[in-house]
């Protein structure tokens, strides 16, 4: 396939907004770097032999203070800001500052995460794990629901959106260059505000992927209140609530919404959009959030006979 060796070098990172600040007592960060995609050559429908890109998913044990936790199945885009909003969302910390460094060693296929004074009770809040529908298998712990009676998010005073925002959004989206688009396979998540987006980032598992944006989000101090997230895969209750954790109260998504999804955003007080593409869209959730621009309604088209 032409041109193929050099997709495999120039496979897009995550996108970032400029360069920002971290927060002060960030953690340090190590810089792993890999591989996105590997050529294989495969038989087509016509009997034709030929090359394509795949993804290439790897896996992540995470180690806090030398203590495994939990092995993550990942692309490997952004691995430390994975790490780092995944202790975030699943409440293991509250504070970045928590956090003195990560290191990934992708030879090993492990995340060491040093803390500055040991994190409290660690094996008993993350001994009920729930297995979720993520790809790849996500998982959340047992008391994280019980947490979100906590969150509070911003009313439709702060948190609005208008349909031509949406429609920017989604032509962001549409236009962004991705592995998706090289290979399949994988699920892209995005953080907005007022249409521009901060930060996109692709993965395995779209659980990842917005775990990887919290993580960034928490780095460099980054609130959600006015912010709009967008993912690919399907809302379930996991991404509902991880978006919640975020602070960000407004979620547009490709794909649609499970009940718990669903119920979850209701009690939130989140606006959820799904099966959104291109001008299309339905809006779940957060009717008093969203300053519909209804488009004129197409004329029905009658066939005639011959």
Partial sequence: ??????????????????????????PRLSQARSEFLREITIL????????????????LTVFVDKRELVTLMTLGAKPELLVLGYLRNQRLIEDVTQVESIDVDWEVG??????????????ARTAR???TTGCGQ???????????????LPGPSVARIRQST?????????????????????HGCA??????????????GRHNAIDTIAGWMAMHGVPGADKAFFTTGRLTSEMVMKSAQMGVPIVVSRNGVTAMGYDLAVKLGITLFGRAANRHFLCYTG?????????????PVRVVAG
Avoid: N
């Fill in 1 to 26: 396939m032409p041109g193929m060796q050099e997709a495999l070098l120039t496979t897009p990172s995550p996108a970032l907004a400029p360069a920002l600040p971290v927060v002060a007592g960030a």
């Fill in 44 to 59: 087509d429908e016509y009997g034709a032999r030929r090359s394509i890109l795949i993804p290439i998913e790897r896996p």
């Fill in 110 to 123: 492990a995340a060491a995460v040093r803390t500055r004074a040991g994190l409290s009770d660690l094996e």
């Fill in 129 to 131: 794990r729930v297995v």
């Fill in 138 to 152: 996500g998982t959340v712990y047992g008391d994280m629901l019980a947490q979100l009676e906590s969150i509070t």
């Fill in 166 to 186: 949406l429609r920017r959004m989604l032509e962001v989206i549409r236009q962004q260059d991705s592995i998706h688009r090289q290979a399949g396979s994988v």
């Fill in 191 to 204: 953080l907005f505000q007022s249409g521009d987006m901060l930060m996109f980032v692709e993965d395995v």
């Fill in 287 to 299: 009717f008093d959030c969203f300053d519909s621009e209804p488009e004129p309604e197409r004329a």
